[in-house]
Each structure stands twice: as structure tokens, then as C-alpha cells.
């Protein structure tokens, strides 16, 4: 434990924040679907999703290596910068939370690494061809897949029940709904309370706790179980109604069969040890179960949208983390307090927005989009 200074513990509980807002960031892949279909209550959701996030998170460890020893060089790598590209990581999904944009949390935490370890250690610090195999090429391939295996799997599954009653149909599927939503959010856990053990334990090894290539002590793997697990069960409402609403008029066929394909994809990966965003896989699920039926309406602008956030979290990411790991590299401790200061300034002021336009588990199905409002309404005292 003579390892574990200040800077360390500081780094380790920031790395659990980022964590917890993964958590309430991205409970949306696992339960928009079945919330927005009506196959699970809101709460009863998310808190299935919140209890089997930790679960899925003592499953795996190869995303964990991945990001501890695989996308930067943890010789070169210090706390400090750690902590650096976690602010730039955690900003950003507040950010996008606030707007209600699924953008990734997977993307942001890289971004934050790769923008503080290439200002605090130079270019060399970062393994570009890791970065391109396990992080860009996923990103690429995975929502494609997972949404041509949803936009097959929805054919069929009206093509079979075509002559069945429509209530027997979609009773059967809500069910089925509930099996799906809870295996995402098994591999949700498997996959992306992973990354947070993997930042944590290239903390230990950059502060000589542990020896290179180690992987994650079990003390590491249940506190990130439990951070984004609880993340998970307080809902991130605000992106759920975008997922839920905002890509297509979803029906409970659809729904499973988006679900069945990001649970496919999200598992293989992490078996294969390639750090993916869910968010981006359970999107494109949705809209590949949104093409799949005949006459459903996809709104392309919202997904215009979400496009556009995925391709600027990793540079917009990096940027903060860039920015972060200059002030700590030449203010020293002084300049970790200053970062720490702004972004919990930063991070006040997005939830004291949130606050304006609110959505929370009554009205998550209301409407298709989240708006923030700079001012209450005319007429009325408070935002509703």
C-alpha cells in the first residue's frame, strides 16, 4: 500500500466517477427499448440493468489488458496524466448526457488518455496501431453489424408472425424483451466496467503497485462493478428518450431483435478483447430494427446527430484531456487542483442546466426528443 499516494487515490476515485457516469450514460443500450415498448417499467429496469452490470463485470478481463497495457505505453504513462484524460472523459459524457446525445463513453475515456499521454509523454507514449485495431476498426464495423444482424432479425420476425394475433405477438416479444435487455446489460458490464478497471490498474502499474502487463486485482474489478452498476440504476433518462423515441417508432419485435444483435456483438468483442463502444453497437441495433419493418419511421436527423457526436468524441475527448495533462505536467500538484476545480465548476453548471428541461422515469416516453431550455417558459415560475 506504500504505492498508493495521494495523487494515486485521487486518480482511483476519479476513475470510479468517470464509472458511475458510464453507468447512468449508457443505461440507455440496455433498457431504451423495452422501456419504450412498455416490456419493463422504468425503474424496474433500470435497476435489472444496475444489478446485472455488476454482475457482468467479474466476467471478463481481456477489454481490462487491453487499456491497461495495450493503447499507450504504461512505462511512460503517470497518475497525472490518468487523471487528465479522465476529466476530458467525464466532461464529455456529461456534455452529451445533457443534450441527450448517445454519444461514447468507451471513445471519451480514450480520447482523454490518448490526448493526455500524448501532451504529457509525447507521440511515442501511444500505440496508434493498437489504437486502430482495437479501438477505430470496432468502432467502425460493430454498429454495422449489429444493425444488418437487427435489420434481418426483425424481417423475419414479422414475416413469422405475419398471420398470428397482433396481442399474442406482442406479448410473446415483451417477454422476450426481458431476457434480451438483461443479457445487454450483462455484457454492458462485461465490456465497459472493464475500461475502468483497465484505467485503474494502469494506475497501479504507472505507481509501481503493480508489475507490467498485471491485470486487475478483484478489490479493482468490484469497485468498478459498483460504480457502474449504481450509475446504471439512478438512469440516465435523458439519453434513454432519445434511444427509446427518438430513432423509430420501435414496436416489442423490433426491440428483441435489437437487443439480440448488440448482446451478440457486445459479448464477441469482449471475448476478443476489443474495447467498443456499446452505445454505437444498441444504436445501430435500433436502427436496423427501425429499417426491418416495413413502413417504420426512422428519423434520420436524430441519427444525423448521434453520428456526428461519435465522430467527435475521441478528437473533442482528447482535446480536454490534451489541454488538462499541460496544466498538470507544468503545475504539478497546483495544477491538479486547478483541472479538478474547473471540471467540478464544469460539471456543476451542465447539472444545474439539466435541470431546466428534466427527464426522469414518469415522462421518459413523452416525447422523442430533450431540449434545454436557457430560460423557464413565459408564464411559468419554475421548468417543469
Sequence with gaps: MDHITFLVAVVIVTALAFDFTNGFH????????????????????VLISGVLNVVGAFLSTEVAKTISGGIVDDTLVTPGMIFAGLVGAILWNLAT????????????????LIGAVWVGAGEHGV?????????????VASPLIAGVAALIATYFAYRITARAREKTVTKGFRLGQIASASLVSLAHGTNDAQKTMGVITLTLISAGALGHDAGPPLWVIASAGLAIGLGTYLG???????????LTDIQSPQGFAAEAAST??????????FALSTTQVCSGGILGAGLGRRLAEVRWGTAGRMVVAWLVTLPAAALVGGLSASVVTHGGNFGIVVIALLALAVATFIVVMSRRNPVHASNVNETHEVSVRSTA?????TAA
Excluded at 440516465?236 to 427518438?246: A, N, S, V
Excluded at 417558459?377 to 415560475?381: I, K, L, M, N, R
Design 127 to 139: 500505440h496508434f496501431d493498437k489504437v486502430v485495431e482495437k479501438v477505430l476498426l470496432p468502432a
Design 97 to 112: 448526457w445533457l443534450l441527450g446525445l448517445p454519444s461514447s463513453s468507451s471513445h471519451a475515456l480514450f480520447g482523454g
Design 377 to 381: 417558459p413565459a408564464g411559468v415560475g
Design 26 to 45: 449508457d443505461t440507455a443500450n440496455a433498457m431504451a427499448t423495452s422501456i419504450a415498448t412498455g416490456a419493463l417499467r422504468p425503474r424496474t429496469a
Design 264 to 273: 451478440t456483438v457486445i459479448l464477441t468483442s469482449a471475448h476478443l478483447g
Design 236 to 246: 440516465g433518462w435523458r439519453i434513454i428518450r432519445t434511444m427509446g423515441k427518438g
